[in-house]
């Protein structure tokens, strides 16, 4: 990989180099897990299992040393993610010693919920772990949809039903704030200053997307409960709806005058603003949405009409932004017919996953405990999720008694290359 540097002597394995953040380490790594399972390639399969074991942390619940001062809730849930996605495709078992994919995703959730936040705003997670970080005050949604999602693949993986009542608690928590507007747009999220009364008006894909991906998930485990089909077709149905868009053709931004509800994903808080305003990590949520996306067509079949055409032609779509620099570089407008210039992990890693998850049909569903899952979990892993005091960043590796348990860039890989005929594609 040109951009990973981490499997070459001297550097750090499981960290991508700057000005990219750990936590899109962690997600670049989950896309790569998807991309063995949907396409059988093995190349990346020793680099990914090596970087994400690397960044366990002293307690096996991706809390490394290195990145504890700084670490968010919504970070740490990323590599919970990557974690599940390698447990949920039966992907290669670490080696003796090392913690089972399963036990790493249990730690992450052992941790988060001792950090669940009553004390203001009734519950919710706060953005950052620790009170000296700006963001303390502030509960985002993809933290607390973090913790949503993870809860409920949890839940359907090993039949557990304390996960699934975390999830429904962490699902409810969220739709009693502002973060759900009644037609299901999901906003950025509240904060505790103001008692959660009011919410960030800005739309991100990966908070939608998480929210779908843990209701899709719900869904599946209750066996298609009602009250979670009607929540999973508010988020898909009307959450999504700002974030396809029309084509601009070769122009920067989709026609004035045109109804937001086209075919191409857009990241519109920060594609649309010219100069563009997008950082190093907006990039790549759309990878996330489209994940979530894809797999939420397996957990429920009903969504797959409407799904499976947008992630085609958003596809299709970000293949024309695929020439930069007259090689592979993919941009960020998808909407734009023609190159717009930018490049980077967020944008490779989008545009990989577009094109990987057409192939989601192809493959089984996620796997469990009990149809296809080979990784073995530990309810009792993780347990530093008390850290809401500064003092404890010293004292992450302290033992916790079983009552704080809840119990129970990627250009390389980008060798995903989809041949476009008038409305065929060929992965070779």
């Given amino acids: 990989m040109k951009v990973y540097t981490g499997n070459q002597t001297g550097q750090i394995p499981g960290e991508l180099p700057g000005p990219y953040y750990w936590w899109e380490a962690g997600a670049m790594f989950g896309q790569l897990v998807n991309y063995w399972f949907l396409t059988g390639d093995t190349t990346y399969n020793e680099v990914v299992s090596q970087g994400i074991q690397f960044q366990v942390g002293a307690n096996n619940d991706f809390m490394p040393q290195n990145q504890t001062k700084d670490l968010g809730n919504d970070d740490q849930v990323f590599w919970a993610f990557t974690a599940m996605d390698a447990a949920e495709a039966a992907f ?4 003796a010693g090392d913690p089972s994919w399963l036990a790493l995703a249990q730690a992450v959730f052992n941790d988060q919920v001792l950090r669940w936040d009553t004390a203001t ?6 953005w950052q ?6 963001g303390y005050d502030y509960k985002n949604t993809i933290s607390s949809g973090g913790l949503f999602q993870l809860s409920a693949r949890l839940a359907r993986y090993t039949g557990n039903q304390t996960y699934a009542d975390w999830a429904e608690k962490t699902y409810s928590w969220i739709a009693s704030t502002p973060i759900i507007a009644n037609d299901y747009q999901i906003w950025d999220g509240t904060s505790r200053v103001d008692n959660c009364s009011g919410a960030t008006q800005t739309y991100w894909t990966y908070n939608v997307g998480t929210l779908i991906s843990g209701a899709a998930y719900m869904y599946n485990y209750t066996n298609g409960s009602s009250t979670w089909q009607t929540r999973l077709s508010g988020l898909v149905y009307n959450g999504t709806e700002v974030f396809f868009v029309q084509s601009a053709g070769v122009n920067n931004n989709p026609p004035a005058n045109a109804p937001p509800n086209g075919m191409i994903m857009a990241e519109v808080a920060c594609e649309f603003p010219t100069p563009q305003s997008c950082d190093y990590d907006q990039p790549s949520f759309k990878a996330y949405l489209t994940r979530w996306l894809a ?3 397996q957990l429920a079949s009903f969504t797959e009409p409407f799904i499976m055409p947008r992630l085609a032609a958003s596809a299709q779509a970000a293949a024309a932004q695929c020439t930069g620099q007259g090689t592979s ?7 734009q017919t023609v190159w717009d210039g930018f490049f980077g992990v967020g944008e490779q890693m989008s545009a990989m996953s577009s094109f990987q998850n057409l192939l989601i049909g192809k493959v089984g569903a996620p796997a469990t405990a009990a149809k296809g899952g080979t990784s073995v979990g530990n309810p009792a892993a993780g347990g530093a ?8 960043v010293a004292t992450l590796g302290r033992t916790v008694g079983t009552g704080d348990k809840v119990g129970a860039g990627i250009l390389t890989a980008l060798s995903l290359i989809l041949i476009m005929g008038a409305t065929s594609w060929m992965v070779i």
């Fill in 295 to 297: 797999i939420t067509t």
């Fill in 329 to 335: 570089m993919c941009g960020r407008r998808w909407y």
């Fill in 92 to 95: 290669p078992d670490p080696p």
């Fill in 121 to 126: 705003c009734g519950g919710g997670l706060r």
């Fill in 385 to 392: 999720g008390d850290t809401t005091n500064p003092t404890t």
């Fill in 129 to 134: 772990i620790y009170p000296f970080n700006a």
